[in-house]
């Protein structure tokens, strides 16, 4: 038998329907894997084995009377971002020393009520902020790819690092993800997995720690097309507590598949072509061009011409929303207190210490614009700025059903490389901020590899509430490409 | 947009973040990268643009007016760093 740990989840879904495994043998194969590698990749912060095995045996039970749902006895890993019931969630800040929430998030409540099995919690940039992974209170995550014929460590892309790096390294079968500027589609294109952010509205944002109200959308990352179709057909839908969550019907993303991209029409957006960009990037692009061609789909070039101002106005937008959340950790409800002569110094020690310093300086720059006086010139102004993004998209959505480009403007960078600059760490999402700016939905495939031998992603980004042609054209790359592979196993204490 | 230490520390207090010497002058030249860099947006008018504030045209829907939480007061305190009888305690505000 093949390695449980390898199966996609429609693979794996398969052989527990055939009874060819159970539950808990797939759920104690994947809790071997995490034992073995987590020490070398620090992919999880919490592994939760007991409620794993009981979760599957459920599974097992409900399988053997035939009420399996659509995601029963498969084992996912989540990120510290989704409040779990019981279970530590730190969003991997030090403020949130502890926290164990008396509630679950809407996402992972869907997930565990369509019969999925939770073996622990991931790990991310803290607070979801960074592009990297190196900002989490629990460390740097390394990702499992390596560069030809060097073991130096690279980074697995951020803030879904842990998430990304378990999906590749098969310590999960599928992993839930946030993304407020690229968290879920950059480490996706950096671990050779695939990364769906939905359109805004398709998730319910309830229970998931808030880092920019406005841009964070939950999603997938998984291995194929098909188990992010599967695992988002399971965490999206309507929920009355999140007033912006969309009450729409959830399409069977897994039915369009097989649709193909005949007769669809592909932007390629000029802008996008930025300066500097590494030409194994442009050849890239080029190859997926010329697949979707030869699966019939016709290709136009396009303009948005506001492009280049979505990542100054994401950094107004974003640290202000930022800076209005993180008001809630003071040191008196929830995580950490430290002690100081007066109330006042109490928040300010407590904050001192529990903020890491990326998100210190979101957290000022965000005090900054939205101080009195220059509430107008920064976060007003950046959301007009958002309103003549979304009117670029808006127009070229009129003559084409998608837009194709990298996700990312280079492949996986090695840890430390860009953590002394913030503005280049920034320039990392300059692709797929411009999607959440807009609210759209954005698909990251691998597309191959880099000429150091790590992946390379394209990504989708389609029309408001149509991630279904997104996940046709991201299968017809897919279909093109192949699945990426396994990268070579460094990080088993057994390899 | 350049930013001063008074400014800086002046942002800090607004925050709530007890920063040291060090990192004053560490946010100092960063915050003015950052905000000289976002100034490119000055290049575009934007008098005649209204904000964006939602991705689709939708109605924000009303609720009933009705309790529909509470008697949880456990649950609420469980995390607190310091509680007493269902209270969070905090330092002394009051003279």
């Known amino acids: ?495 | 947009m350049s930013v001063d230490r008074a400014t800086v520390l002046r942002i800090a207090r607004l925050a709530r973040v007890a920063i040291t010497d060090e990192e004053a002058q560490r946010l100092e030249s960063e915050l003015s990268g950052i905000l000289d860099w976002v100034a490119q947006l000055d290049e575009l008018d934007t008098a005649n643009v209204e904000p964006m504030t939602r991705v689709e045209a939708m109605t924000m829907k009303m609720r009933k007016d009705e309790v529909t939480d509470g008697f949880c007061a456990d649950d609420i305190v469980k995390n607190a760093p310091e509680e007493d009888d269902h209270y969070f305690v905090v330092p002394k505000i009051v003279e």
């Open chain 1, 1 to 495: 038998m093949t390695d449980l740990t390898d199966l996609t989840i429609s693979d794996a879904r398969e052989g527990l329907a055939a009874k060819s495994f159970s539950a808990v043998e797939l759920t104690e194969a994947h809790l071997a894997a995490i034992e073995a590698a987590n020490l070398a990749l620090n992919a999880y912060v919490l592994t939760t084995p007991e409620r794993a095995i009981d979760m599957a045996k459920a599974s097992d039970a409900r399988i053997a009377k035939g009420k399996a749902g659509k995601l029963e006895g498969i084992p996912l890993g989540i990120k510290d971002l989704f409040c779990t019931k019981d279970v530590r969630t730190t969003a991997c800040s030090h403020i949130l020393d502890g926290f164990t929430p008396p509630y679950e998030s809407t996402v992972t409540s869907n997930l565990w009520n369509a019969g999925a099995v939770m073996l622990g919690k991931l790990n991310n940039d803290e607070f979801a902020m960074g592009s990297s992974n190196e900002t989490s209170f629990y460390g740097e995550v390394v990702n499992p790819w390596r560069r030809k014929g060097s073991d130096a460590p690279l980074v697995p892309g951020g803030s879904s690092g842990g998430s990304s790096a378990a999906v590749a390294a098969r310590l999960c079968l599928g992993a839930t993800a946030t993304d407020t500027g690229g968290s879920i589609r950059q480490p996706a294109a950096f671990t050779g997995t695939v990364g769906l952010k939905p359109t805004y509205g398709r998730c319910s944002r309830w229970g998931i720690v808030a880092f920019a109200s406005s841009l964070d959308q939950a999603g997938p990352i998984a291995r194929t097309v098909r188990d992010a179709a599967i695992m988002l057909g399971a965490m999206a839908g309507h929920d009355p507590k999140d007033t912006t969550c969309a009450d729409l019907p959830v399409p069977d993303f897994e039915a369009v598949l097989g649709q193909g991209v005949k007769g669809l029409t592909i932007g390629i957006p000029k802008e996008y072509r930025v300066e500097g960009m590494a030409p194994e990037i442009e050849a890239l692009w080029q190859q997926g061009i010329a697949w979707l061609t030869e699966a019939g789909a016709t290709v136009k070039d396009v303009s948005l011409p506001h492009t280049k101002y979505a990542l100054p106005s994401y950094y107004i937008v974003a640290p202000a929303e930022a800076s209005s959340n993180l008001a809630r950790y003071d040191g008196v409800r929830y995580g950490l207190r430290e002690p100081g002569k007066d109330v006042i110094s109490m928040y300010e020690n407590t904050r001192e210490a529990g903020f890491g310093a990326e998100v210190k300086r979101r957290v000022l720059i965000g005090t900054y614009v939205l101080s009195a006086g220059y509430y107008d010139a920064y976060y007003l102004k950046a959301q007009k700025v958002r309103t003549l993004i979304k009117r670029d998209f808006d127009q070229v959505f009129e003559s084409v059903d998608a837009i194709l480009t990298p996700t990312t403007p280079g492949p996986a960078f090695a840890a430390g490389e860009k953590s002394g600059d913030p503005l280049e760490m920034y320039l990392n999402d300059i692709f797929t901020v411009t999607v959440n700016m807009a609210g759209l939905p954005g698909l990251s495939v691998p597309a191959g590899l880099s000429s150091e031998g790590t992946p390379l992603g394209l990504q989708v980004i389609g029309r408001a509430f149509d991630e279904e042609t997104l996940l046709r054209v991201g299968q017809a790359i897919e279909d093109a490409a192949g699945v990426m592979v396994k990268p070579q196993d460094w990080w088993s204490t057994h390899a």
